[in-house]
């Protein structure tokens, strides 16, 4: 019998020899973590649907920023439940909200902390779309200015980046033209440039208190089924001014992320979203999964796939189990 000459295997004998040739190598410089900040103080809620997720207020929320330095994961992102809710979601560029609150606390007390902060409407209106409504669908064009004015409300607290997840046409550019007429330039825009209407939102909606009250965001999000138009949105969105793209979900849309790679010169972002990271839960709840293994090999396929910058849930764990 001829022996193989080429033994792929030599390079898998020993946890030394693999760590030496691996391809892909995970970091907490790549991960952003994300925050959902509400109202009062000492606030410290799990969300039943994440678990080892919380409802922070902004002192809270502090807290969980440190945790997220001191581990050196190099930004979180920041989503908010609002005091009161109406039918154009005034309270999303209200300066004594949660988000606006928070930021102001963590860059105070970490400057050296990247703050990004969610742009969009649906948590702040009464009806829980991403926008205003005009004969029963969110009116795209008017709605431009209230999202630009809560990316400026975001700036002036002190984000160092804004990040608009409505998917409304021309939004970046309305934001970067108003943020620049008011004289924050150096606020860098992260765009959900493909952002899907996806099913792995569901335990987003309970943390963020944002399901639509009639309807669904399918004229507004991406259909799943569309590559090319993903492509468009991209190149769209660079050309409107957005300084990194990111891809949402992440774990079904793992070919976006790579065609977005290939085809810009611009960071990518990838949100590994709320029921990606409620199914590993679950699963590993049940002992059906050994969670640390599932989640490091989720996050590194993501940036296998081309993302540089991943935002999950996992953060501090997936730091935690990189460092053991």
């Known amino acids: 019998m001829t022996k193989p000459l080429i033994r792929p295997r030599r390079l898998r004998a020993s946890a030394a020899i693999r760590a030496l040739v691996r391809e892909t190598v995970l970091a907490p410089a790549d991960f952003v973590y994300p925050l959902f900040v509400v109202p009062g103080e000492k606030v410290r809620n ?7 997720i919380h409802h922070l207020s902004a002192d809270m929320a502090v807290a969980e920023a440190k945790a ?5 994961i190099p930004a979180v992102l920041v989503f908010g439940l609002p005091d009161y809710k ?4 005034s309270s999303a560029w209200d300066a004594n909200q949660p988000v606006q609150r928070a930021v102001a606390l963590i860059k105070d007390a970490m400057p050296e902390l990247a703050v990004i902060t969610d742009v969009c409407m649906c948590e702040y209106t009464s009806h ?3 926008g205003c409504i005009k004969d029963g669908d969110v009116d795209n064009d008017a709605s431009l200015a209230l999202i630009a004015r809560t990316a400026l ?4 607290a002190g984000a160092d980046m804004v990040a608009p997840s409505d998917m409304m046409d021309g939004r970046v550019a309305a934001i970067r033209d108003l943020l620049d007429a008011e004289g924050y330039e150096k606020v860098s825009i992260m765009s959900y440039a493909a952002k899907y209407a996806s099913a792995y939102y569901g335990p987003f909606r309970d943390a963020a208190q944002s399901a639509p009250q009639f309807g669904d965001r399918r004229s507004y999000q991406m259909d799943p089924a569309n590559a090319r138009e993903a492509i468009k949105e991209v190149e769209l969105d660079i050309e409107e001014g957005a300084d990194i793209v990111m891809v949402k979900p992440a774990l079904a849309y793992l070919d976006i992320v790579r065609q977005v790679k290939d085809d810009f010169l611009l960071p990518v972002a990838a949100y590994n979203v ?5 199914m590993v839960k679950a699963a590993a709840a049940n002992g ?3 969670e640390p ?14 993302a540089d910058i991943i935002i999950t849930y996992h953060a501090l764990d997936a730091v935690r189990w990189l460092q053991r």
Request: proline fraction near 4%; charge should be negative; charged fraction near 20%.
């Open 86 to 89: 109406d039918d154009q979601g």
């Open 274 to 278: 709320s029921g990606e990271y409620a």
């Open 68 to 72: 997220a330095h001191g581990l050196g």
């Open 293 to 306: 293994r599932i989640v490091l090999e989720t996050l590194t396929g993501i940036k296998r796939a081309g």
């Open 46 to 52: 799990e969300i039943p649907s994440m678990p080892g």
């Open 288 to 290: 059906w999964v050994d």
């Open 153 to 156: 409300s975001h700036a002036a």
């Open 128 to 130: 829980g779309h991403c």
